[in-house]
């Protein structure tokens, strides 16, 4: 019902800047939470920024104060601001949307590598 396509990932310095995009298509007005998550080999799957509707954001303590996520409604798409990269925010970076009564829908994944 819900298709979600990130983009924006790639490599980048410690210190710089990205921001990921993930496109909704589908039936999004039922979408509840848009939500990105990330996971690096080895590593469980975490939040790293969600936004409920009607209401707002929240953070991973690791990323809070650098990343912020936004919501373009008329373009259906949601973005991650990501500065101050770290070499540890590196990952592979995936958007989800959750439909109640709490189906959750995922993106492709894209890689986001911060290395000097």
């Known amino acids: 019902q819900v298709q979600l396509v990130e983009s924006g990932g790639g490599l980048v310095q410690p210190g710089g800047s990205l921001r990921l995009s993930c496109a909704a298509s589908g039936s999004i007005n039922s979408i509840n939470v848009m939500a990105w998550y990330r996971q690096a080999p080895g590593m469980q799957r975490e939040r790293v920024a969600a936004?409920?509707?009607?209401?707002?954001?929240n953070y991973a303590d690791s990323v809070k104060g650098r990343f912020t996520i936004s919501r373009d409604n008329a373009k259906n798409t949601v973005y991650l601001q990501m500065n101050s990269l770290k070499p540890e925010d590196t990952g592979v970076y995936y958007c989800n949307a959750v439909v109640p009564p709490g189906y959750r829908y995922w993106g492709q994944g894209t890689q986001v590598t911060v290395s000097s």
């Open positions: 936004i409920v509707s009607g209401s707002g954001a």
